[in-house]
């Protein structure tokens, strides 16, 4: 059975800290791996990870992917009360064709920022 | 890019009801997928659809739930006689085009509670 870890499962940092988030992955056929920040209600996405040790960047946001290590993270600099959400990650698993690519999400790592 | 809109955001029915849950999409797109989110637990994929074809569907997709695009634009899913455990968010999501083909764009989601 698949399976996507992640931790910890809450953390609690000041606002201007930096934090690092963990996935490993267990997925036959894996392909990819996505994060997702959620708020309110809906995942939104942040990063699609395909290749290992390349690093993607948007704004005080960036993650890499392990492949070797079955793993990626996510670091957060400068944190702000507005990063304050659950972070998803999901596996993509190999694409057969005919959209049989139902991810598979981990429980989430909930991040709470203190002004 | 947009993602899909849901209809209705929230529903309340009794137990032993059916319940549709629309996904709307914005523009035309041939692979759709469902999840759902039990109250503080993990994403799970249910089912996902393509060229009007059901083509993979996980062990939580049995017999009481079905999804068809009735009219060629609209994408529901239907749940006969709701179970209380059926209570939870169900997001409709697409997948994206291009170079983001592999990433899927969840809705605001359908809050459905069962009583």
């Known amino acids: 059975e698949d399976k996507v870890v992640q931790s910890p499962l809450s953390l609690v940092v000041h606002e201007g800290d930096t934090v690092t988030l963990n996935c490993s992955y267990e997925?036959?056929?894996?392909?990819?791996l996505l994060w997702y920040k959620q708020e309110k209600k809906a995942p939104t996405f942040l990063f699609m990870l395909?290749?290992?040790?390349i690093e993607k960047k948007s704004g005080r946001l960036s993650s890499i992917l392990d492949k070797k290590e079955l793993s990626s993270i996510l670091n957060i600099t400068a944190t702000q009360t507005g990063d304050s959400a659950i972070y998803l990650c999901?596996?993509?698993?190999?694409?057969?064709?005919?959209?049989?690519?139902?991810?598979?999400f981990g429980k989430g790592t909930h991040l709470i920022i203190q002004p | 890019e947009p993602e899909v809109t849901q209809t209705p955001s929230h529903q309340v029915t009794q137990m032993g009801q059916e319940v549709i849950l629309r996904c709307v999409p914005i523009?035309?797109?041939?692979?759709f997928y469902w999840y759902r989110q039990i109250l503080g637990q993990k994403v799970e994929f249910l089912v996902s659809?393509?060229?009007?074809?059901?083509?993979?569907k996980s062990e939580i997709f049995d017999d009481q739930f079905s999804v068809e695009r009735p009219d060629g634009s609209n994408f529901t899913l239907k749940i006969r006689s709701t179970k209380l455990e059926d209570s939870a968010m169900y997001f409709c999501a697409r997948r994206g085009r291009g170079a983001s083909q592999e990433t899927q764009y969840f809705g605001p989601g359908t809050r459905l509670l069962v009583l």
């Open positions: 523009s035309n797109h041939l692979y």
């Open positions: 395909t290749s290992s040790g």
């Open positions: 997925v036959t056929n894996f392909r990819s």
């Open positions: 999901a596996a993509i698993p190999m694409y057969s064709g005919g959209g049989a690519d139902g991810l598979t």
């Open positions: 659809f393509y060229n009007n074809e059901i083509s993979e």
